[in-house]
């Protein structure tokens, strides 16, 4: 049972415009959310992340949007530029001194010139 | 500044033989992780150990075995490899509480077995 979903395995967007990749989940217990950023032949890095008690947080480019009533967050990056061009993973967690995250699927993005 | 160092990068092994794969961290970390990636299935986790001397297992870990040998190390074994673990492997390390902090991860693992 996949308790992140990322339904959109792939997303072309041109350089300059909004990106806007979404993710949604099933497990209410869940209160931290991150999004990850993976290049080829590279483990995945940190991107941003958002704590259930925020609806909004903002890193520069990225922005990443909670909902919590319809479980769904979703990554803004405003510009986007071609080194975007990657796999963009959701992933969430239940905070405490054994936490783990969950992964999404994965989004692959890319950006055109 | 190494982070977490997977070792090997690359690995062919035929059905039925065993391997380790090695994950050491440089950051004090309390946390460790192992991940397998999959086409169209996202990272999915094996084990963890939460902290040294400790170990559990996660989502997919049928087949495998780990070891927390000390705070900076954690290993993955395949007793007798199967194709279905082929994939890509992940070890990252976490501070103990992860929000705000996430994972590190290394730079991965590609194991085919044949």
């Known amino acids: 049972d996949q308790q992140v979903k990322q339904n959109s395995p792939s997303l072309s967007v041109q350089e300059g415009r909004i990106s806007i990749l979404n993710c949604d989940y099933t497990?209410?217990?869940?209160?931290?959310f991150l999004w990850y950023k993976k290049y080829p032949a590279e483990g995945p890095t940190f991107l941003i992340s958002i704590s259930s008690i925020k609806d909004k947080n903002e890193d520069g480019r990225f922005t990443v949007f909670l909902n919590k009533s319809a479980k769904h967050l979703s990554l803004h990056i405003v510009p986007s530029q071609p080194g975007d061009s990657a796999v963009y993973f959701c992933a969430a967690t239940t905070t405490g001194t054994a936490s783990k995250l969950t992964f999404g699927t994965g989004t692959r993005l890319q950006v055109t010139l | 500044n190494a982070g977490v160092t997977q070792t090997p990068k690359f690995q062919v092994l035929k059905t039925g033989q065993s391997m380790t794969l090695q994950c050491a961290q440089d950051?004090?970390?309390?946390?460790m992780y192992w991940y397998r990636q999959d086409p169209g299935m996202g990272l999915r986790l094996i084990y963890y150990s939460a902290s040294e001397g400790t170990t559990d297992k996660g989502e997919v870990p049928n087949g495998y075995n780990v070891s927390r040998l000390n705070k900076r190390e954690f290993s993955l074994r395949l007793e007798s490899a199967a194709p279905s673990q082929t994939s890509v492997y992940f070890c990252?390390?976490?501070?103990?509480?992860?929000?705000?902090?996430?994972?590190?991860f290394g730079s991965g693992t590609r194991l085919t077995v044949v």
């Open positions: 950051m004090n970390h309390n946390s």
């Open positions: 990252a390390s976490s501070r103990l509480g992860i929000a705000n902090y996430g994972y590190t």
């Open positions: 497990n209410s217990m869940f209160d931290y």
